[in-house]
């Protein structure tokens, strides 16, 4: 079992950075591949970035892709999601999840815990 607790988000202009954290409970958080996704309202919960267990293969959705960087600390059972050079389209609520499966997936339906959300707000 894994706990994930998110935190970092809220109000920013446009061209502005964020740093996204998800603190992860249990003795196993480094076996975990981690991925975050966001959702607005209306809309399917989408991809954007995601990472191995030991950090060594990352993917990122193309909309965000050289403007987020993820990035896991295992000794400290934690995950992050750097965001710079935010949009307006970058608002939604942005989730951390934890998959205990081997691969690294951009499907949300393959991940297997999840955190209760952190709201992004980025105005123009």
């Known amino acids: 079992q894994v706990q994930l607790v998110e935190s970092g988000g809220g109000l920013v202009q446009a061209g502005g950075s964020l740093r996204l954290s998800c603190a992860a409970s249990g003795r196993t958080f480094s076996s975990y591949a981690m991925g975050w996704f966001r959702q607005t309202p209306g809309k399917e919960r989408e991809f954007v970035a995601a990472?191995?267990?030991?950090?060594?293969?990352?993917y990122y959705a193309d909309s965000v892709k050289g403007r987020f960087t993820i990035s896991r600390d295992n000794p400290k059972s934690a995950v992050y999601l750097q965001m710079n050079s935010l949009k307006p389209e970058d608002t939604a609520v942005y989730y951390c999840?934890?998959?205990?499966?081997?691969?690294?997936?951009?499907?949300?339906?393959?991940?297997?815990?999840w955190g209760q959300g952190t709201q992004v707000t980025v105005s123009s």
């Open positions: 990472i191995s267990w030991s950090g060594g293969i990352i």
């Open positions: 999840a934890a998959r205990s499966g081997v691969g690294v997936p951009a499907n949300r339906r393959e991940y297997d815990y």
